[in-house]
């Protein structure tokens, strides 16, 4: 079995892709989908970075912040936000201080106080758990996301790969029993 890890888009059928994990909606009908799970990104930031600065309130309110980004290289980001009450809803768009396309490369900065980003719970929950970092604003929230296992409708699908994407749909939910939607 081969394992292939990349930060792009793929296109499983042109790459002989077997099973792939996909974040979001699928565009492509070709493809068989599982959910395995939901989830909230959060906006984080260390205690010791909130400590030193006034704590937002409203989205407009980050931009008093250093704030990063998950960014594919692109001068702007933009967060949407939706109100815990369901029926406010505002987008933000910045520059931010920091931008990077790896979310695990994001938590080291939010640890050492840099400034507030966006993580998505299954990166590295611990440091939320432990109280490493905290949310901030958890009345206005992020996105909610799908995390899926796809594959090709029409191809034959190796006993291996059945074996690991069922051990996959098992296991997401004990590896990650309580996220934020």
């Given amino acids: 079995m081969q394992i292939f890890v990349a930060e792009r888009f793929l296109d499983p059928i042109s790459e002989g892709i077997d099973l792939g994990f996909r974040v979001g909606a699928l565009k492509d009908s070709a493809l068989v989908v599982r959910k395995?799970?939901?989830y909230r990104h959060q906006l984080l930031a260390?205690?010791?970075y909130l400590k030193k600065c006034k704590q937002p309130e409203t989205p407009q309110d980050l931009l008093e912040h250093r704030l990063l980004a998950f960014s594919r290289w692109?001068?702007?980001s933009s967060w949407g936000f939706?109100?815990?009450n369901g029926n406010d809803k505002e987008t933000l768009t910045f520059q931010p201080y920091l931008s990077m396309n790896d979310y695990t490369g994001l938590a080291p900065a939010l640890l050492a106080g840099v400034g507030i980003g966006e993580l998505p719970p299954v990166v590295q929950p611990e440091l939320v758990r432990d109280g490493r970092l905290v949310e901030v604003m958890p009345n206005w929230r992020l996105r909610t996301v799908n995390l899926s296992v796809v594959?090709?409708?029409n191809r034959y699908i190796p006993r291996a790969v059945r074996v690991f994407k069922e051990f996959a749909v098992q296991m997401a939910p004990t590896l990650f029993p309580s996220l934020p939607t």
């Fill in 151 to 153: 594959h090709v409708g």
């Fill in 74 to 76: 692109k001068s702007e």
């Fill in 36 to 38: 395995i799970l939901t």
């Fill in 82 to 84: 939706a109100h815990a």
């Fill in 46 to 48: 260390s205690p010791a």
